[in-house]
C-alpha cells in the first residue's frame, strides 16, 4: 500500500510512541514530537530552536553525542542505551538511535534521532534481578539457593555460625546477612580480621584491657566482644588464631563471658559468634594446631560457600550487579561485556572467586568509558596470546580502501567472524560494516 502523499509527516511524527527530535547542521533543534515532549518534560515550543544538549542533558552530552557519531561515519546509530535528565530532575533511560537527514541532492543537512523510554524495562529488569538476590548476595545456583533456603532460620537462631569457604567467596557477606535477618540487627555489627593483626595486639583487640595493665594504658579500651554488645561480632581467619587466644575464645562461647587484659572481673558477653576460614579446620585439629573443642563449639552450623568456578551460571549475574555499581559510583555508561570478553571469562577458573571477577571489572572500567568492554580492556594476564605478529608495513600498504579491507577482515578474524562483535570493536554499525565488506568483495581484498 503506497505511503498516502497528502498525510503531513508532522501528523505521522506526533502519532508515534517514540521520542523523535531532529537537528540542523548547527545542532539547532528543529522539531520535537509529542512523545519527546511526554518523556524529558519539556514543551516543542520550549525545545525548538535550542541547542539539543540544553534540551537533553544526556550522558553522552560530554563529547560522546550519537548524532555527532552518526553524522561522522555517515551511517545510522541504533538502541544505544543512555538516560536523559529530566525537567524535574529524575533520570530517565532511554534507548536512543540515529541517523543523518540529508537534502534531496544527497548533502548531509542535520539529524534525526528517535528514543523510546526504558523506566518500565528497567523496573522489570530489576524485579527479575530480585528473584536472584538475597540480601547483597547475587546469585542463582543450586548450591547457593540451599544456602538461602536455611539461612532465615539459621539467622533467627542464636546459634555459633562456621562459615567455610575459599577467598574471595564473600564470607563476609553471608555474615552481615546472618546479623541482618537475626534478632539482634538492631545491634552492632563488629568484624576482625584474625589473620591481619599481629597477635600481641589480637588479643587487645579482641578483649580490650584496663588501665594500667600495661606501660601505655592510661584508661580503659573497650574490646571489639564488647563492642559488638547486642549485635554481631564476625570473626574471619579463624584458622589463624593463635592458641592462647582459642582458649579465651573457647570460654567466651562456654561460659558466655571473657575478662579484659589487667581485669579482675569477668565480664558479659552479649553477643553472636559467626566465625570464617579459607582453611581446613579438621586438618588443623588433626595436626595440632587448632583446637578440637573450640573446633566442635564453632561448628554448631556450617555454611560452605561454593567457589565460583562452580556456580558459573550466576557468572551473567555478577556482571550485571558489579556493572550497574561501577556504573553509578563512576559516573560511566558501559552498557555490558562484549561476547569475546565474556566467553573468557566464561573458562576462566578464578582463583580469587567473586572478588577476582569484581577486581577483573574495576580494572576494566578504567580503560572503557562507555559501550561494551572488549578483551583489550582486560587485564593481560586474561587477554588471548597472540598466535603470531602481523608485519605493520604489510597491513598499512595499499591504498585507503585497501587499508581499510585488510583492517576490516583482521577484525572478522579476532572475533572468530561475529560481526556484531566486529562492529562494537570497529566502533561501526552493521550496515557500515556490511558496506565495507561488499566493497572488499568487489575489489578482491
Same mark, same amino acid.
Given at each position: 500500500?503506497?505511503?498516502p502523499r497528502d498525510l503531513p509527516l508532522e501528523d505521522v511524527f506526533s502519532s508515534i510512541a517514540d521520542g523523535l527530535f531532529t537537528v ?97 524495562? !528497567? %523496573?522489570?529488569?530489576? =524485579? *527479575?534481578?530480585?528473584?536472584?538476590? &538475597? $540480601?547483597?548476595?547475587? /546469585?542463582?545456583? @543450586? ?48 568484624a576482625v580480621n584474625c589473620g591481619a593483626l599481629p597477635d600481641t595486639l589480637l588479643e587487645s583487640e579482641l578483649f580490650g584491657y584496663k588501665?594500667g595493665a600495661f606501660t601505655d594504658a592510661r584508661k580503659d579500651k573497650p574490646g571489639r566482644f564488647e563492642l559488638a554488645r547486642g549485635g ?13 587466644? !582459642? %582458649?579465651?575464645?573457647? =570460654? *567466651?562461647?562456654?561460659?558466655?563471658? &571473657? $575478662?579484659?587484659?589487667? /581485669?579482675?572481673? @569477668? ?179
Open positions: 500500500m503506497p505511503f540542523d547542521a548547527d545542532w539547532n533543534v528543529t522539531y520535537f514530537n509529542e512523545a519527546a515532549e511526554r518523556i524529558t518534560g519539556i514543551s516543542a515550543s520550549e525545545a525548538v530552536g535550542c541547542k539539543c544538549w540544553d534540551v537533553f542533558r544526556s550522558s553522552l552530552c560530554d563529547g560522546n553525542c550519537a548524532l555527532k557519531a552518526c553524522l561522522q561515519n555517515g551511517g545510522p546509530i541504533t538502541n544505544k542505551s543512555i538516560f536523559v535528565v529530566r525537567r524535574d530532575g529524575r533520570k530517565v533511560p532511554i534507548s536512543i538511535s540515529a541517523s543523518p537527514l540529508r537534502n534531496a541532492r544527497g548533502e548531509v543537512i542535520g539529524g534525526v534521532e528517535t528514543f523510546r523510554d526504558l523506566t518500565e524495562i !528497567q %523496573v522489570m529488569r530489576k =524485579r *527479575v534481578k530480585e528473584l536472584y538476590k &538475597f $540480601e547483597d548476595i547475587v /546469585g542463582r545456583s @543450586p548450591a547457593l539457593e540451599k544456602i538461602f533456603e536455611i539461612l532465615p532460620q539459621v539467622s533467627r537462631s542464636e546459634a555459633t555460625v562456621l562459615l567455610l569457604g575459599e577467598s574471595g567467596t564473600g564470607k563476609e557477606l553471608f555474615a552481615r546477612a546472618i546479623h541482618n535477618l537475626s534478632t539482634r540487627k538492631d545491634g552492632p555489627f563488629v588501665a554481631t561480632i564476625f570473626l574471619d581467619e579463624i584458622g589463624d588464631l593463635p592458641a592462647k587466644l !582459642q %582458649v579465651k575464645l573457647l =570460654r *567466651v562461647l562456654q561460659e558466655k563471658a &571473657f $575478662e579484659p587484659l589487667g /581485669g579482675v572481673h @569477668p565480664v558479659k558477653a552479649n553477643v553472636r559468634v559467626v566465625a570464617a576460614t579459607n582453611r581446613n579446620l579438621e586438618k588443623l585439629v588433626a595436626d595440632g594446631t587448632f583446637r578440637q573443642d573450640l573446633y566442635y563449639r564453632l561448628n554448631v552450623v556450617t555454611l560452605r560457600l561454593p567457589p565460583l568456578r562452580e556456580r558459573r551460571g550466576d557468572i551473567g549475574l555478577l556482571l550485571d550487579h558489579f556493572i550497574e555499581e561501577f556504573n553509578a559510583i563512576q559516573g560511566k555508561q558501559v552498557d555490558g561485556v562484549s561476547e569475546d570478553v565474556m566467553h573468557i571469562l566464561m573458562r576462566h577458573d578464578f582463583p580469587g572467586n567473586v572478588r577476582e571477577l569484581e577486581n577483573i571489572l574495576e580494572f576494566a572500567f578504567i580503560l572503557c568509558s562507555s559501550g561494551f568492554i572488549q578483551v583489550d580492556h582486560l587485564p593481560e594476564n586474561l587477554r588471548p596470546r597472540q598466535s603470531g605478529s602481523t608485519d605493520p608495513n604489510a597491513l598499512f600498504s595499499g591504498t585507503l580502501e585497501q587499508i581499510k579491507c585488510r583492517a576490516v577482515r583482521a577484525a572478522l578474524q579476532r572475533n572468530d567472524g561475529k560481526r556484531m562483535a566486529t562492529c562494537r570493536e570497529l566502533g561501526i554499525s552493521k550496515d557500515t560494516l556490511r558496506r565495507m565488506l561488499a566493497r572488499c568483495e568487489k575489489s578482491g581484498e
